[in-house]
C-alpha cells in the first residue's frame, strides 16, 4: 500500500454546494481536503466540518522580488498562519507573484527574470521560511505553467522552483511539485520526480491531466506509472488532486484514487 496521502482541492469540485459542505463531503469520501484563497471562505464553518485540511494559499497579495511586493507577501503570509492554526493546515502555498481570481499576476512579468530577482526572491523566501519554522508549518512553493494558465508568472517552471527552494535551504519551506503546469511547461514528469525527492524538496505533490486540467484518467499523462515511482521512492507526504472534474465530481474522485493506488 502506498504511504502517502491523498488530498483533493475543494475549489475544484462539487462546484454546487457552499466550500464548507464540499469540504464535508471530501472528508466523508475518505480525502484530505485543500483550499485557495483562505479570505474568501468562513473559517469557522470550515474548521466545524471535521475535515483535515492539507493545504491553503498563504499569503493574500505581495511578490518575491520587488521590496514593497515582499513585505506585502510576508505580511500576509503571517496573516495566513493564524488561519492555518485554526483550521490545522501544515502547509501554506506560495506562487511566484500575487495571482487574481483568474490566476493571472496581479503584476505581470514583462521580461526575463534576472540575476537581482532571484537574489531577492531567496531573500525573501528565507524570511518565509522562518515564519513557517516559528509556526510549526511548512511554506511550499509551487510551479505554474505560462502557456496556458499563468502567462507572466516569474519563476514558474518546476526547475526554477527546485532551484530556489535548494538554494533557500531550509526546513520551512519546500516545493509544491504540481505535475500537471509541469507537463505543459517541462515534461519527463517520472525524472522530475525522481530528482526533486532524491534532494529531499518536495512538501507536496499535485496532480491533474492534460489537456484540460481535469481528473487523472482524462488526459496524457500516465499517473499510475508517477504512482509506482512514488512507491518506489517511499514518498510519505501528500498527493493531492487540483483538478476539474471532467463529467462527476464522486466520479472524478475514484478516478483519483484508482490512479494512486498502485496495484
Not at 141 to 153: F, I, K, Q, R, Y
Request: proline share 6%; net charge negative; with cysteine.
Amino acid at each position: 500500500m502506498p504511504m502517502y496521502t491523498l488530498a483533493v482541492c475543494a475549489e475544484m469540485v462539487f462546484r454546487d454546494l457552499p466550500i464548507h459542505d464540499r469540504a464535508r463531503r471530501i472528508h466523508d469520501l475518505g480525502f484530505q481536503v485543500e483550499i485557495w484563497d483562505w479570505s474568501r471562505h468562513d473559517v469557522a464553518a470550515l474548521s466545524r466540518t471535521g475535515a483535515a485540511f492539507s493545504s491553503m494559499t498563504g499569503y493574500l497579495r505581495g511578490s518575491l522580488t520587488d521590496p514593497d511586493g515582499a513585505a506585502e507577501l510576508l505580511r500576509t503570509a503571517e496573516e495566513s498562519i493564524k488561519v492555518a492554526e485554526q483550521l490545522g493546515c501544515p502547509r501554506l502555498n506560495l506562487h511566484g507573484t500575487g495571482l487574481d481570481e483568474k490566476g493571472l499576476p496581479v503584476v505581470p512579468g514583462t521580461g526575463p527574470v534576472t540575476g537581482p530577482m532571484w537574489i531577492a526572491a531567496q531573500r525573501t523566501l528565507s524570511r518565509v521560511a522562518e515564519l513557517g519554522e516559528r509556526a510549526g508549518v511548512t511554506f511550499t512553493l509551487e510551479n505554474l505553467n505560462t502557456a496556458v494558465d499563468h502567462p507572466g508568472v516569474p519563476f514558474a517552471k518546476a526547475e526554477d522552483t527546485l532551484a530556489l527552494v535548494a538554494a533557500v535551504d531550509r526546513p520551512g519551506l519546500r516545493m509544491n511539485l504540481d505535475l500537471y503546469h509541469a507537463q505543459i511547461g517541462e515534461g519527463n514528469l517520472v525524472e522530475l520526480v525522481r530528482r526533486a525527492q532524491g534532494r529531499g524538496l518536495i512538501g507536496e505533490i499535485q496532480v491533474a491531466d492534460v489537456p484540460g486540467r481535469c481528473e487523472p484518467g482524462t488526459g496524457e499523462i500516465n499517473y499510475p506509472a508517477v504512482a509506482r515511482t512514488l512507491a518506489e521512492l517511499d514518498y510519505d507526504g501528500t498527493v493531492g488532486l487540483e483538478a476539474w472534474a471532467s463529467t462527476d465530481s464522486d466520479l472524478a474522485l475514484e478516478r483519483f484514487r484508482s490512479a494512486f493506488t498502485p496495484a
